[in-house]
Nanobody, 116 residues
Framework: QVQLVESGGGLVQAGGSLRLSCAAS?????????MAWYRQAPGKQRELVAT???????NYADSVKGRFTISRDNVKTTAYLQMNSLKPEATAVYYC?????????WGQGTQVTVSS
């Protein structure tokens, strides 16, 4: 079993920054592979924001390229999402997802609200 605890969401003005964290924990025998951030705005489908492999390879949605940075600490099994130059359309619940060898796990979500 894997537990994911997200933090760092909040209210910020347009142009501001936030840093989300996702701490994964579980058996020492579990290997955490890809980690990712998704978001879901009201009335919309959940969408992929960014992914990072265990080796550090990253991918981003076109809408966040150049402004968001995903990173991870494999020792702490924590993923981060640094969000800069935030826009009101970034308002959403942000979810962390972790892939292990056998399953994928989701966090409970953290609300990000960007005011104009």
């Amino acid at each position: 079993q894997v537990q994911l605890v997200e933090s760092g969401g909040g209210l910020v003005q347009a142009g501001g920054s936030l840093r989300l964290s996702c701490a994964a924990s579980g058996s020492i025998f579990i290997r955490f592979n890809d980690m990712a951030w998704y978001r879901q705005a009201p009335g919309k489908q959940r969408e992929l924001v960014a992914t990072i492999s265990r080796g550090g390879s990253t991918n981003y949605a076109d809408s966040v390229k150049g402004r968001f940075t995903i990173s991870r600490d494999n020792v702490k099994t924590t993923a981060y999402l640094q969000m800069n130059s935030l826009k009101p359309e970034a308002t959403a619940v942000y979810y962390c997802k972790v892939d292990t060898t056998w399953e994928s796990y989701w966090g409970q979500g953290t609300q990000v609200t960007v005011s104009s």
